[in-house]
């Protein structure tokens, strides 16, 4: 792997566009659950449709609400890890870098970075489950769930359920990014969720040099120019280490 890590070394120092996604697998070693990994992960324990979507949220809103409350208190005790810290400096050290990310923790934000495109919302935002509209504690009648204080209905996590629509604008901006990198790092996702899972691909039908981070093969691995097979926390802070890297 010490060839590759030297070639992708000299790519990042070289590339004036950098854009990346990441996907639960950079917050693992946070300790944050990932979906799909066998044992681990969330969707082994729960039916993404008992929790994920607005049905289930409408047919139990307290258990749904319940859920989230036991990932956001995850969340709020995990700490950014090496990976989420790498991924920080390279974007001080590139002309123009743009972070896609497909997780809700907020660990990039607090790892340091700045362009952050958030395309499945955040944990933490409460928002109005009629109107959509993001909500303070002082917009809330307290409950299990909350509800609005404007218009009664429930509060809901400022999350992107299944069959809901990603945000317009960040959706919007993660495709410009792709389709103009000139390099575009795919760090732990396995790749399955739409539209996400589209943008490294774009990225290279773009013309992007696309390197891929993940312990295990993905449906983007055959495609990919490189394959970095480890963990981010592990792969990501070696893409800095030599002074070569501006
Ligand atoms: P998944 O759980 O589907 O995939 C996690 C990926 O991370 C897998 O490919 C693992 O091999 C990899 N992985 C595990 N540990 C890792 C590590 N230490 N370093 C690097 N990679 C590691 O999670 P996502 O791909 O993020 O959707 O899932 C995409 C979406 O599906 C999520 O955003 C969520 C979920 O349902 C919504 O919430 C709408």
Not at 152 to 161: D, F, N, Q, T
């Amino acid at each position: 792997m010490d060839g590759t890590l030297e070639q992708v070394r000299r790519l990042l120092k070289a590339a004036r566009r950098i854009a990346v996604l990441t996907g639960a697998g950079v917050s693992a070693e946070s300790g944050i659950p990932t979906f799909r990994d066998a044992m681990t992960g969330l969707w082994a324990q729960f039916r993404p449709e008992d929790l994920a979507t607005p049905e289930a949220f409408a047919a139990n809103p307290r258990v749904v609400w319940e859920w989230y409350a036991w990932r956001r208190e995850l969340v709020a005790k995990a700490k950014p890890n090496a990976g989420h810290a790498a991924l920080a400096e390279l974007e001080r050290r590139s002309p123009h870098f743009a972070l896609i990310t497909q997780n809700v923790d907020g660990l990039h934000a607090r790892a340091g970075s700045r362009n952050v495109i958030e395309l499945h919302g955040n944990i933490m935002d409460d928002r109005c489950f009629a109107e959509g509209c993001v909500l303070t504690p002082g917009d809330e009648i307290p409950g299990t769930p909350p509800r609005c204080a404007r218009c009664g209905a429930p509060v809901r996590p400022g999350v992107v359920w299944f069959g809901e629509m990603l945000p317009a604008t960040a959706l919007a901006a993660a495709c410009a990014e792709a389709q103009r990198s000139e390099v575009f790092l795919s760090i732990g996702t396995s790749t399955v969720v739409e539209p996400a899972a589209s943008l490294p691909f774009a990225a290279l039908d773009a013309g992007a040099v696309v390197i891929e981070v993940n312990p295990a093969r993905t449906p983007l691995s055959a495609r990919a120019t490189f394959v970095l097979a480890g963990a981010a926390a592990e792969v990501l802070p070696r893409l800095l280490d030599h002074e070569t890297i501006r």
